[in-house]
C-alpha cells in the first residue's frame, strides 16, 4: 500500500492519495483542481490507475472545481448527486485494486457531507474541523452534525485514526479517543452546549453584549 498527503500551507486544506500498489489502483480523497498537475505526477510515477475520486464535501456552486477534478478520468463521488458526479449512501463499498473503502453519512458541515472508512482510518473532512474549513468556517447543519459525531463516528473504535479535511499548526491525524476526549466543540457537552456554541461561529449570530 502507498498513503500520501498533500497539505495546503495556506489555506490548511488537505488531500489523500491512498493506493494498492500491486493492483497499480489508486483513490483520491478531497483533491484540488489546483493540484491536477502535482496530482497527476504522483500516479504517473507508479503507474497507478484512478478508480475513484472521493469529495467528503466541496464548495463548488458553479460547478468549476468539478470540470477540472473529471480531467483526472476517474467517478466523482460526492454525497448531493450532483451533475457529472455519482451519488454514495452509507453503507456503499467502493473498491480500489483488493482494498474495500466504507461510505458513511456524515451530514452537518454541509448537508450532503461524507466521510470514508478504509482499514483503521476515517477521513471525515471538515467533520471535526467545525471552524477550520476557509470557505464555510460554521457548521451548515448543526444539529445534523452533532448527531454525525456523537452517534457515529464517536462510536467507532478509540484507537481510529481520523483524518481531517481542513487543519490548523499542521496537525492532520488525530484518534476517535483523543476528540471524545479533548474536542473543544463536543468533549464533556451537551447538545443544547453544542448548538449554542456552534451558532455563535456563525456570522449572522448577534454578538453578546
Same mark, same amino acid.
Given at each position: 500500500?502507498?498513503?500520501?498527503?498533500?497539505? !495546503? *500551507?495556506? =489555506?490548511?486544506?488537505?488531500?489523500?492519495?491512498?493506493?494498492?500498489?500491486?493492483?497499480?489502483?489508486?483513490?483520491? /480523497? !478531497? #483533491?484540488?483542481?489546483?493540484?491536477?498537475? /502535482?496530482?497527476?505526477?504522483?500516479?504517473?510515477?507508479?503507474?497507478?490507475?484512478?478508480?475513484?475520486?472521493?469529495?467528503?464535501?466541496?464548495?463548488?456552486?458553479?460547478?468549476?472545481?468539478?470540470?477540472?477534478?473529471?480531467?483526472?478520468?476517474?467517478?466523482?463521488?460526492?454525497?448531493?448527486?450532483?451533475?457529472?458526479?455519482?451519488?454514495?449512501?452509507?453503507?456503499?463499498?467502493?473498491?480500489?485494486?483488493?482494498? &474495500?473503502?466504507? /461510505?458513511?453519512?456524515? #451530514?452537518?458541515?454541509?448537508?450532503?457531507?461524507?466521510?470514508?472508512?478504509?482499514? !483503521?482510518?476515517?477521513?471525515?473532512?471538515?467533520?471535526?474541523?467545525?471552524?477550520?474549513? #476557509?470557505?464555510? &468556517?460554521? &457548521? @451548515?447543519?448543526?444539529? @445534523?452534525?452533532?448527531? =454525525?459525531?456523537?452517534?457515529?463516528?464517536?462510536?467507532?473504535?478509540?484507537?481510529?485514526?481520523?483524518?481531517?479535511?481542513?487543519?490548523?499548526?499542521?496537525?492532520?491525524? =488525530?484518534? /476517535?479517543?483523543?476528540?471524545?476526549?479533548?474536542? &473543544?466543540?463536543?468533549?464533556?457537552? =451537551?447538545?443544547? !452546549?453544542?448548538?449554542?456554541?456552534?451558532? *455563535?461561529?456563525? #456570522?449572522?449570530?448577534?454578538?453578546? *453584549?
Amino acid at each position: 500500500m502507498n498513503f500520501h498527503i498533500l497539505h !495546503d *500551507a495556506h =489555506s490548511g486544506e488537505m488531500s489523500y492519495l491512498l493506493a494498492d500498489l500491486e493492483a497499480r489502483e489508486a483513490v483520491l /480523497v !478531497d #483533491p484540488h483542481g489546483r493540484d491536477l498537475p /502535482v496530482l497527476q505526477a504522483l500516479l504517473n510515477e507508479r503507474k497507478l490507475r484512478l478508480r475513484w475520486v472521493l469529495r467528503t464535501h466541496h464548495h463548488d456552486a458553479n460547478g468549476g472545481e468539478r470540470a477540472l477534478l473529471a480531467r483526472l478520468g476517474a467517478p466523482l463521488v460526492q454525497g448531493d448527486g450532483a451533475a457529472g458526479t455519482q451519488c454514495a449512501a452509507h453503507g456503499d463499498v467502493l473498491c480500489f485494486g483488493q482494498e &474495500p473503502l466504507r /461510505v458513511l453519512a456524515t #451530514p452537518g458541515h454541509t448537508l450532503g457531507c461524507l466521510s470514508f472508512a478504509w482499514r !483503521d482510518r476515517v477521513f471525515c473532512g471538515g467533520l471535526l474541523a467545525v471552524d477550520a474549513c #476557509p470557505h464555510q &468556517p460554521y &457548521p @451548515a447543519a448543526p444539529e @445534523a452534525l452533532w448527531d =454525525s459525531v456523537t452517534q457515529g463516528v464517536f462510536l467507532l473504535p478509540l484507537e481510529t485514526l481520523l483524518f481531517a479535511g481542513h487543519e490548523r499548526r499542521a496537525r492532520a491525524v =488525530s484518534t /476517535v479517543l483523543e476528540q471524545r476526549l479533548w474536542h &473543544p466543540l463536543f468533549a464533556g457537552l =451537551s447538545r443544547d !452546549d453544542f448548538l449554542a456554541r456552534a451558532a *455563535a461561529l456563525h #456570522p449572522t449570530t448577534p454578538c453578546a *453584549a
